[in-house]
């Protein structure tokens, strides 16, 4: 049973990678080299951060070059702000009595600094800041706090901290929202990968906060498959009045390229769960919805976790001027022609989709019902115009019913 956390800081409670890509891109400007781009850096950078210092920049001192990033990063870090679901996640562990702790890189006045804002330093029994090598800190963390390693869980955004993770014999969590890909995560094998905190709360409470592997999400066997059922989602290509259809870029899906959408609630129809996906994904209200094709996503690598899914695809137009507002799942959006929009990685699910709708036409057809019609009650009046109307295409139905009412 899992008593204790040790929580990552950049990337795991905060989102600090604006910032640092900011401050690291200037090092490489000071130190002669290219700035770059976001997934470049992803990419690249490791801990601990002289492995980085060492690939990029091998001749410039380390004293050089901590001056130039912290004289960049003390500017920009107005920038860091909580994660989504941080906050709760802390009160649900205050609450439930789960001893918290702090391992990271992250400078100390930085991190209060950081706290200041966020507050989060009164959830934390003990932090451990500036601490390069993680993994030549966690056996003190463990021996000084009493802390016994199987009942510990280590909760981090890189592969670092899942190597410290093994190295201190402690449970491990990789989350998705911060520096590495899942791809990396997946490379360094934590016990468990979940998107967000709040997931991982669920998963703590459904198991009874066992994190033994048996407790893990994992293909199910044969008797558990017969006990499960797919999960139904909606999704959507949602034009604008150019004819270019919106592309959302998510960590979910390895990082690729798809379109806005999720699961269908209870008792909700497929229509409205794709109006109230795409409204909480993208901030868009959406129009001439209609149905394109169903597919069957099963145990797809392409995705964070195993899972079955029923995908029922359409295509849409939205309402007015688009003014995209993606939420914690989108990490960028583009408005693209159907083909630009397939040149671009995508995953598998939008690269069919995309297939379908291009071979059919770029313009979204007008929308059709994606639900019958409720039988409405039978006035007096178009009874009367029913008759009238049967009686004029039968005209022997027409004598039948008079004779009836003689």
């Given at each position: 049973m899992i008593r204790n956390i040790i929580f990552d800081w950049s990337g795991t409670l905060v989102d600090d990678l604006p910032a640092v890509l900011k401050a690291s891109n200037f090092v490489l400007t000071q130190a002669?080299?290219?700035?770059?781009?976001?997934?470049?850096?992803?990419?690249?950078?490791?801990?601990?951060?002289?492995?980085?210092?060492?690939?990029?920049?091998?001749?410039?001192?380390?004293?050089?070059?901590?001056?130039?990033?912290?004289?960049s990063f003390r500017d920009a870090q107005d920038s860091v702000r909580e994660l989504p679901h941080a906050r709760d996640f802390l009160k649900f562990c205050?609450?439930?009595?789960?001893?918290?702790?702090?391992?990271?890189?992250?400078?100390?006045?930085?991190?209060?600094?950081?706290?200041?804002?966020t507050g989060f330093d009164v959830f934390l029994d003990r932090p451990y800041t500036d601490v390069w090598d993680k993994r030549e800190k966690i056996h003190e963390i463990l021996r000084e706090n009493n802390l016994k390693p199987d009942e510990t869980l280590f909760i981090g955004d890189m592969e670092h901290d899942i190597e410290t993770a093994k190295h201190g014999g402690v449970h491990s969590c990789a989350v998705l929202t911060g520096y590495n890909t899942l791809k990396q995560l997946r490379a360094a094998q934590p016990d468990l990968i979940v998107e967000h905190l709040a997931e991982l709360r669920g998963l703590l409470e459904q198991n009874d906060f066992n994190i033994g592997r048996a407790a893990l999400p994992r293909r199910p066997n044969q008797?558990?498959?017969?006990?499960?059922?797919?999960?139904?989602?909606?999704?959507?290509?949602?034009?604008?009045r150019a004819d270019e259809a919106l592309m959302i870029r998510t960590h979910k899906w390895s990082d690729l390229w798809g379109i806005p959408g999720g699961k269908i609630k209870w008792g909700e129809t497929s229509e409205a769960a794709l109006r109230r996906e795409i409204k909480e994904e993208t901030n868009l209200n959406v129009k001439d919805i209609q149905f394109v094709l169903v597919q069957d996503c099963i145990h797809s690598k392409e995705f964070y976790r195993d899972a079955h899914f029923v995908l029922l695809n359409y295509t849409c137009r939205c309402v007015g001027k688009p003014k995209v507002i993606l939420n914690e799942e989108g990490r960028e959006f583009r408005w693209l022609s159907l083909a630009a929009a397939?040149?671009?990685?995508?995953?598998?699910?939008?690269?069919?989709?995309?297939?379908?709708?291009?071979?059919?036409?770029?313009?979204?057809?007008?929308?059709?019902?994606?639900?019958?019609?409720?039988?409405?009650?039978?006035?007096?009046?178009?009874?009367?115009?029913?008759?009238?109307?049967?009686?004029?295409?039968?005209?022997?139905?027409k004598s039948k019913i008079k004779k009836r009412r003689v």
């Open positions: 002669g080299k290219p700035e770059m781009s976001l997934d470049t850096f992803r990419a690249e950078f490791s801990l601990p951060f002289t492995k980085f210092y060492d690939r990029h920049t091998p001749d410039v001192p380390m004293p050089q070059l901590e001056e130039w990033f912290h004289a205050r609450a439930r009595k789960i001893r918290t702790f702090l391992l990271s890189t992250v400078h100390a006045d930085y991190f209060k600094v950081q706290c200041g804002v008797k558990d498959a017969q006990q499960r059922v797919p999960t139904s989602t909606v999704g959507a290509l949602i034009f604008n397939k040149k671009l990685p995508l995953n598998t699910p939008t690269k069919i989709l995309l297939k379908a709708v291009m071979e059919r036409g770029a313009h979204p057809p007008r929308a059709q019902r994606l639900t019958p019609r409720q039988p409405q009650p039978e006035t007096r009046t178009t009874r009367r115009r029913s008759q009238h109307a049967r009686a004029r295409v039968f005209p022997n139905q």
